[in-house]
C-alpha cells in the first residue's frame, strides 16, 4: 500500500476546484477538519504575479511591523509565493528597483529582508536536518515553566485564529508566538516550529527553523522577550478586549532563559562541500528528458527546466508517505493544488500520488536543482538526465554563517 501510485486528474482552475481536488484524492493527508485560507492567498503564478506588481514599498519600513488594525500592514505578504518559487528572490529584488530614488530607506529595508530569507535557503542548504536541533545555544531545563501557556489570551488567541484560519502571519506575531511558547513558557521549540509549519502557507524548514531558533535564542545570541508593551505598541486596541486586560500575565518582562552555548558546529564556520550546497552553477546534461520533474521549492511558470522544454509535460507528485507523516494543513495543499492547476492550463501536466521514486521510476527527467535535503534524498534514485541550477539570489559561499551579519559580510556582491 505505502509504494501506490495513482495518476490524479487535473484540477479546474480555482479555489473551488482546488478544494474539491484536496477533498476528493488528498483527504487522509491533512492535519485538521478541512479549512482554507482566505482570497487574500490564491495559489497560482497570476496571484503571485499580481501581488507582486500590486506591492508599493512606500512606507514599508515605518510599517512592516504594523500588526493590527490589519489595514495598517506594511509587509507585503509575498512570501507564500517566494516559498514555492513562484517569485524568485533576484525578482521581487528588480521589481522595486524603480522606487530605489523615491523610496531609498524601503527598499534597502525590504531588501534586507530579502537577503534573509536567502540567508535562511543558505543556511538550510548547508545544514540540513541538523537545523532541526539547536545551532547556538542550548536552553537550559528549568524547574516549574514560569507560566503555563493559555491560549485564552487576546493576544495569543487572535495569532492562533489568524496562523490556523489564513495560514499566514506577519513575522511581529510570529516572532511574539515563538517567544511566548519558548521563553515565558517553557514549551520546546521544535513542537512550535512543526506547528508553524503544517499551517502556514510560506512554511519552509529553512525560514521556520531560523525563525525559531533566532527569537528563542538556541541560534542567535539571545531570546527575545515578548510582553504587553509590544502588544500595545503595534495592536492598540487588542489588550482592551482582552479577558485579562486588567489583570495581564506578560505585563512584565519575561524571566531570560539560561543559554549555554553549544560546541560550534563546524558546519557553521565552513562548507566542506560547496559544490553540493550550492547544487549546479551551469545547466548538466546527461541525456534526454521525456518529462520536467517539479518540485513543491519551484512551481512557477517561469521554473528554469520548464522554461527550457516548453514541448515537454510536467510531472508533479504529491510524496503520499512524506505528506502523511507531516499531517499539513488542508490549506496548504489547497494552495499547492490550485498552482498546479494554473499550469495544467497552459500546458501538460501530469499529478500523480505517490512515493516520488516509484512515481518517477524509468522516466528521464529534466528538473531544477533545488537546495533541501529532500532534494539529495530523492535525486540518487532518479533518472535526472537535465539538471537546472536554482535561481540564487546570491552564490553560497563556503564560509561562516553562524550569524546573518558574519554570512552576509561573505557574500560577493
Ligand atoms: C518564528 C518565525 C517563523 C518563521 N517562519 C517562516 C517560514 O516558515 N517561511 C518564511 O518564508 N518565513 C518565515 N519567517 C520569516 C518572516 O516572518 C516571514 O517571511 C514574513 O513574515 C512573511 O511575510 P511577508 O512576505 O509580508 O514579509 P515581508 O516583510 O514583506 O518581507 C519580504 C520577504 O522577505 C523574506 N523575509 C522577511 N523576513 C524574513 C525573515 N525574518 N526570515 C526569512 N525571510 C524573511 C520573505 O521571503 C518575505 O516574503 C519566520 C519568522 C519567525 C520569527
Known sequence: MSDAVSQLPNPAPGRRAAEDFVTNYLSDLFCEEYVVSSPAFRGGQSAATNALESFEVAGYGANRNEVYPAKLRGASKLSPYIRHG????????????????????????????????????HWYARLGHRTATATRNRLAVRGAAEFLWDESMGCIETITEELEEDGWLVNQTRMWFASHWVVRAGLKWQDGEDYF?????????????????????????????????????????????????????????PTDPDLQAIETNPLLVSDPNLVRTRGPRAVEIFGTPSA???????????????????????????????????QLSSKRLVFLVETLAELAARRPLEIVLGPPAVALEGRPLATTFAPVPG???????????????????????????????????QLDW
Do not use: M
Open 197 to 253: 509549519f503544517s499551517h502556514l502557507l510560506d512554511g519552509s524548514r529553512a525560514a521556520n527553523r531560523l525563525g525559531w531558533q533566532w527569537t528563542t535564542g538556541v541560534g542567535s545570541t539571545r531570546s527575545y522577550g515578548f510582553s504587553r508593551w509590544q502588544v500595545e505598541r503595534r495592536a492598540p486596541g487588542l489588550c482592551s478586549s482582552c479577558d485579562y486586560v486588567a489583570d495581564c500575565p506578560i505585563d512584565s518582562w
Open 86 to 121: 513562484l517569485l524568485t528572490l533576484s525578482h521581487v529584488w528588480t521589481s522595486v528597483e524603480r522606487q530605489a530614488q523615491s523610496h531609498h530607506r524601503d527598499v534597502r529595508k525590504f531588501r534586507d529582508e530579502l537577503l534573509w530569507q536567502e540567508y535562511a535557503r
Open 292 to 326: 520536467v520533474w517539479l518540485t513543491a521549492e519551484s512551481l512557477g511558470h517561469y521554473d528554469p527546466a520548464l522554461v527550457a522544454n516548453p514541448d515537454l509535460p510536467a510531472v508533479f507528485v504529491f510524496d503520499r508517505p512524506l505528506l502523511k507523516q507531516l
Open 375 to 409: 532534494w539529495h534524498r530523492l535525486a540518487p534514485k532518479l533518472d535526472l538526465v537535465e539538471i537546472h541550477p536554482w535561481p540564487w539570489l546570491h552564490d553560497p559561499h563556503d564560509g561562516r554563517i553562524g550569524s546573518f551579519s558574519t554570512w552576509r559580510k
